[in-house]
């Protein structure tokens, strides 16, 4: 189980990165809409959409757990998004979050699944 957050904890915040976000909250993607009201929208703990952190916008923020969820496009399985995604979640779980990632189709498809993954991470 991951540990809850400690009060003091505070991760970079890139204020410049907020329309932006703003826009991608507005248009989420199929599989965004699918797991946020079909799950997340209600979970235990306050979840955030399109979370700026550092020079990144993740896609799900739990701050209680540390916890990022990403939902992987095909953009995600080329070489080039690949090697931007290793350098991305290296340097998210630098600053003590977890990150985990889903694809679209995992989300589209196998939603239930999805959904016990992520209960683990709130069982005692």
């Given amino acids: 189980m991951t540990e809850l957050n400690d009060s003091d904890f505070h991760l970079p915040y ?3 990165l907020v329309p932006r976000a703003r826009e991608l909250r507005k248009n989420m993607t199929p599989a965004e809409k699918k797991i ?3 799950y997340l929208r209600n979970f235990k703990f306050r979840v955030l959409r399109q979370r700026p952190i550092a020079h990144f916008i993740v896609d799900f923020y739990c701050p209680t757990l540390k916890l990022v969820i990403e939902i992987d496009g095909d953009s995600h399985f080329t070489d080039e998004g690949k090697a931007y995604d290793e350098e991305r979640t ?8 977890r990150v985990v990632r889903f694809t679209n ?6 939603l239930q699944s999805v959904c016990e993954q992520l209960n683990l ?4």
């Fill in 14 to 16: 890139n204020r410049e």
């Fill in 36 to 38: 946020w009201y079909g």
């Fill in 90 to 97: 290296q340097r998210l779980e630098s600053y003590g979050l």
């Fill in 105 to 110: 189709q995992q989300i589209l498809r196998e």
């Fill in 121 to 124: 991470w709130i069982s005692p």
